[in-house]
């Protein structure tokens, strides 16, 4: 109690805080976060390590999907869900060579998908795949970088398939609730994409699923569908 008591002081502490990298808030949360007693320490840790440049492009390389798991864990799954679109949206690569290029951007999107999918966020997985997809040149010219174009493709085609199978009653509720959200904003046309994705999106969903074909959440889709 003592010794946590002291890293939790010292966690407090921003000027002390400061003083630590990335690398080594990374390394002390991974092995504080063995321990429950020392989790919510570690999880502080992991988010400092997390608003500093660790200079890796691809987020695996990151203590992001360690702290989006403790943030899992802790049942903060919309934080989590959050931070892992987020650290999606602002991956960047090196810029050295347009296959390189696209290969780290595959790698980052491939790799957020199976997060997505393995913490049960089906739905978010499904869309990633869509947007690799919907860019298969983009695939291809990932695929030069492994000495095959259609690599990546056809990983991106295996994961969709894959995500779709997984998807529940649930989660095609929540992909009705986010639908609902994305008309809710003012700004139409910048959401329009956003809206064609999750519509396909439902038009995929087996019509079997039950949340999907009682109640309310029929009577929406039905009306989503129709306007």
């Given at each position: 109690d003592e010794a946590r008591a002291e890293l939790e002081a010292l966690v407090g502490n921003e000027d002390a805080v400061k003083t630590i990298t990335s690398d080594a808030g990374w390394i002390i949360g991974q092995e504080l976060y063995k321990f429950p007693e020392t989790a919510a320490v570690a999880q502080t840790l992991l988010e400092k390590a997390m608003t500093r440049d660790n200079g890796m492009n691809q987020f695996q390389y990151t203590p992001g999907p360690m702290l989006i798991k403790a943030h899992v864990a802790a049942g903060?799954?919309?934080e989590a869900r959050k931070l892992l679109v987020k650290s999606m949206q602002n991956a960047?690569?090196?810029g050295y060579q347009a296959d390189y290029d696209a290969y780290q951007r595959t790698e980052n999107s491939l790799n957020g998908a199976r997060l997505f999918q393995e913490l049960e966020f089906a739905v978010d997985a499904v869309k990633v795949y869509q947007r690799l997809l919907n860019n298969e040149a983009d695939l291809k010219l990932a695929g030069k970088f492994q000495n095959n174009e259609d690599y990546y493709?056809?990983?991106a085609k295996a994961g969709l398939s894959k995500a779709i199978e997984s998807l529940d009653s649930k989660q095609a509720v929540e992909a009705v609730d986010q639908l609902l959200a994305v008309?809710?904003?003012d700004d139409r046309e910048e959401n329009s994409a956003k809206e064609h994705s999750l519509l396909?999106?439902?038009v995929r969903v087996p019509?079997?699923?039950p949340a999907v074909n009682s109640g309310s959440d029929k009577a929406t889709l039905d009306s989503i569908s129709s306007g």
């Amino acid at each position: 109690d003592e010794a946590r008591a002291e890293l939790e002081a010292l966690v407090g502490n921003e000027d002390a805080v400061k003083t630590i990298t990335s690398d080594a808030g990374w390394i002390i949360g991974q092995e504080l976060y063995k321990f429950p007693e020392t989790a919510a320490v570690a999880q502080t840790l992991l988010e400092k390590a997390m608003t500093r440049d660790n200079g890796m492009n691809q987020f695996q390389y990151t203590p992001g999907p360690m702290l989006i798991k403790a943030h899992v864990a802790a049942g903060r799954r919309e934080e989590a869900r959050k931070l892992l679109v987020k650290s999606m949206q602002n991956a960047r690569t090196d810029g050295y060579q347009a296959d390189y290029d696209a290969y780290q951007r595959t790698e980052n999107s491939l790799n957020g998908a199976r997060l997505f999918q393995e913490l049960e966020f089906a739905v978010d997985a499904v869309k990633v795949y869509q947007r690799l997809l919907n860019n298969e040149a983009d695939l291809k010219l990932a695929g030069k970088f492994q000495n095959n174009e259609d690599y990546y493709v056809s990983q991106a085609k295996a994961g969709l398939s894959k995500a779709i199978e997984s998807l529940d009653s649930k989660q095609a509720v929540e992909a009705v609730d986010q639908l609902l959200a994305v008309q809710s904003v003012d700004d139409r046309e910048e959401n329009s994409a956003k809206e064609h994705s999750l519509l396909d999106l439902l038009v995929r969903v087996p019509s079997s699923l039950p949340a999907v074909n009682s109640g309310s959440d029929k009577a929406t889709l039905d009306s989503i569908s129709s306007g």
